[in-house]
T-cell receptor, first 113, second 115 residues
Framework: KAGVTQTPRYLIKTRGQQVTLSCSPISGHRSVSWYQQTPGQGLQFLFEYFSETQRNKGNFPGRFSGRQFSNSRSEMNVSTLELGDSALYLC????????????FGQGTRLTVV | GENVEQHPSTLSVQEGDSAVIKCTYSDSASNYFPWYKQELGKGPQLIIDIRSNVGEKKDQRIAVTLNKTAKHFSLHITETQPEDSAVYFCAATQNSGGSNYKLTFGKGTLLTVNP
């Protein structure tokens, strides 16, 4: 069974631009969560989508947004990029039933210059 | 919200020794505690988890213990091998299947196993 797939693996963008990252969850998983990983702040929760609806949101500015499609694939978008947005962006998929685990993709390494 | 503290931040052991990583959490409603291993250039890999109705769980060389009263949980790796070298993260969440499914992570422990 294929794991969580994130594309692209690496991105370099300029300050002020916007970026869209993609995540395909494990087949049958309907929940996708996004996390930002940086050396200083560690792993921080961005948001979670389930059945095309945002169910949870972390403490990030409105420049960070996402969506989920009917096939459970998810995208996250960051607008007006800042240098501090440079990070590894990880997505995790789960069945989202009681007693379920979250499985992570390899991440997208975003560098803002 | 939930806060997870993880210690130590770095741990160096000799091959064959045991390694212990400890975490504390603040929210008594948290009931699910996974541990992840992250190797360089890869995403976190779930290695073991424990739920609040269990005090200990073991999977081969890896074990996790949970003390709900003290709000702390620990990862134990026995007979360490060089391939165990990685960053380990603990996490906590209130996993009810409802709207509160988000993981709060510790800052990570860099484990180095010296041959």
């Amino acid at each position: 069974k294929a794991g969580v797939t994130q594309t692209p693996r690496y991105l370099i963008k300029t300050r002020g631009q916007q970026v869209t990252l993609s995540c395909s969850p494990i087949s049958g998983h309907r929940s996708v969560s996004w996390y930002q990983q940086t050396p200083g702040q560690g792993l921080q929760f961005l948001f979670e989508y389930f059945s095309e609806t945002q169910r949870n949101k972390g403490n990030f500015p409105g420049r960070f947004s996402g969506r989920q499609f009917s096939n459970s694939r998810s995208e996250m978008n960051v607008s007006t990029l800042e240098l501090g947005d440079s990070a590894l962006y990880l997505c995790a998929s789960s069945l989202r039933t009681l007693n379920t685990e979250a499985f992570f993709g390899q991440g997208t390494r975003l560098t803002v210059v | 919200g939930e806060n997870v503290e993880q210690h130590p931040s770095t741990l160096s052991v000799q091959e064959g020794d045991s390694a212990v990583i400890k975490c504390t959490y603040s929210d008594s409603a948290s009931n699910y505690f996974p541990w992840y291993k992250q190797e360089l250039g890869k995403g976190p890999q779930l290695i073991i988890d424990i739920r609040s109705n269990v005090g200990e769980k073991k999977d081969q060389r890896i074990a996790v213990t949970l003390n709900k009263t003290a709000k702390h949980f620990s990862l134990h790796i026995t007979e360490t091998q060089p391939e165990d070298s990685a960053v380990y993260f603990c996490a906590a969440t209130q996993n009810s299947g409802g709207s509160n499914y988000k993981l709060t992570f510790g800052k990570g422990t860099l484990l180095t196993v010296n041959p």
